[in-house]
């Protein structure tokens, strides 16, 4: 089965466990607050907005917002078993 997990804020450590099971058949978005969950070194893979990581302070590869949410519904759509 595949998962889209969209994250808006920090994962605690069930939330973080369950993502690490799931890591395989899951993608990751990080919007708003959840771009943090980068600086825990802990996700892998994962996709986010460049003005969320800007408007936080986070140095990492995001992108442009339309590509962003285009490829997050494309994902609902087309990737995900339901």
């Not at 808006?8 to 607050?33: K, M, P």
Request: aromatic share 10%.
């Amino acid at each position: 089965m595949k998962y889209l997990l969209i994250a808006s804020r920090i994962l605690d450590s069930s939330l973080s466990n369950l993502v690490f099971e799931l890591d395989d058949e899951a993608r990751i978005y990080l919007v708003g607050d959840g771009v943090y969950n980068i600086k825990t070194g802990r996700l892998r893979l994962f996709l986010a907005s460049n003005d969320d990581l800007k408007g936080r302070g986070i140095k990492a590869e995001g992108l442009e917002d339309d590509d962003f949410y285009n490829r997050l519904i494309e994902d609902l759509m087309e990737w995900c078993d339901r």
